[in-house]
C-alpha cells in the first residue's frame, strides 16, 4: 500500500508505477483488474474563479484516518494492491488533490474499492478547503456532497 | 491537562488554534463550555477524542487532546 500526505505538488502517475512495481511478478499477473482515480483542483469561471486553495488538516489524525480506509478497503474486496494519497497545504489549479488506486484480478472489487476509497476519504477524513478567489474574496468550503455509496 | 485543538473556520472565528485546560471537564461537552466560555454548540461541529471520532458524550481524562472541528471537506469534486 502507498497511503499518505502530500505537502508539495506532486505527479501521480509514477505512484501508480511505484504501487505496481512493489507487487511480485506473480501477484502483478494476478491483477486483471486496476482502477485509479485522479482528482484535481478545479478553478472554476467568472469572477468566483477560485486561483488557489488551502488544504488544512488535523495531522496525526488524518494520516491516521487514511491508513484506517485503506486497511478497511483491503479487507472488504479482495485487492492486491493501493493507493490512497492526498495532497495539503497551498494547491494551484490543475494541481492533484487526491490519488486512489486499487488492483484486483476483476473491474469490480477495483471499481468498488477505488470509489469507496475516494468517497470515505472526502466524507470522514479531517481535511478543510479554504478557497481563494479571483475577486479576492476567501471562503471555507463547507458544503460537502452526499456520500455516493 | 487537557489540550483543546480548534481547526479551519471554528479556528478563526474562536481566534486560537489550541489552549490548555485543567482536567476538571470530563465529557467532550464539558470541555467544549469550558473552553469557549459556554458558547453555543455550532451545528454540524465534530469532535474527536485522541485522533479520533467522538461524541459529545464521550469522557475525557486528563493528558487527552480533544478537537472541535467543521465538517469535513477533503477529497476532489
Request: no cysteine; proline share 0%; glycine share 10%.
Given at each position: 500500500m502507498i497511503v499518505g500526505l502530500r505537502e508539495t505538488a506532486f505527479a501521480p502517475w509514477p505512484l501508480l508505477a511505484d504501487a505496481a512495481q512493489a507487487m511480485d511478478a506473480a501477484e502483478r499477473a494476478g491483477c486483471g483488474a486496476n482502477d485509479a482515480f485522479i482528482g484535481t483542483m478545479r478553478a472554476g469561471g467568472?469572477?468566483?474563479?477560485?486561483?488557489r486553495l488551502q488544504l488544512e488538516h488535523y495531522p496525526g489524525m488524518t494520516e491516521r484516518m487514511l491508513m484506517r480506509i485503506a486497511t478497511d478497503t483491503g479487507a472488504r474486496w479482495p485487492i492486491r494492491q493501493l493507493v490512497l494519497v492526498h495532497r495539503v497545504g497551498e494547491v494551484l489549479p490543475g494541481e492533484t488533490l487526491i490519488v486512489a488506486a486499487a488492483w484486483s484480478a476483476h473491474r469490480d472489487a477495483a471499481f468498488a474499492a477505488c470509489r469507496h476509497l475516494v468517497e470515505t476519504v472526502k466524507h470522514q477524513a479531517p481535511f478543510w478547503k479554504r478557497e481563494f478567489r479571483a475577486d479576492g474574496s476567501a471562503a471555507w468550503v463547507t458544503a460537502n456532497t452526499p456520500a455516493r455509496m | 491537562m487537557i489540550t483543546v485543538r480548534f481547526f479551519a473556520g471554528l479556528r478563526e472565528q474562536l481566534g486560537r488554534d489550541t489552549l490548555e485546560l485543567p482536567s476538571?471537564?470530563?465529557?467532550v461537552r464539558a470541555v467544549w463550555a469550558r473552553a469557549t466560555d459556554q458558547a453555543p454548540v455550532p451545528t454540524h461541529l465534530l469532535a474527536a477524542v485522541n485522533l479520533e471520532y467522538a461524541d459529545f458524550d464521550t469522557p475525557v481524562a486528563d493528558g487527552d487532546e480533544v478537537a472541535f472541528f467543521p465538517p469535513v471537506t477533503g477529497g476532489a469534486a
Open positions: 467568472g469572477a468566483t474563479r477560485v486561483v | 476538571t471537564a470530563t465529557t
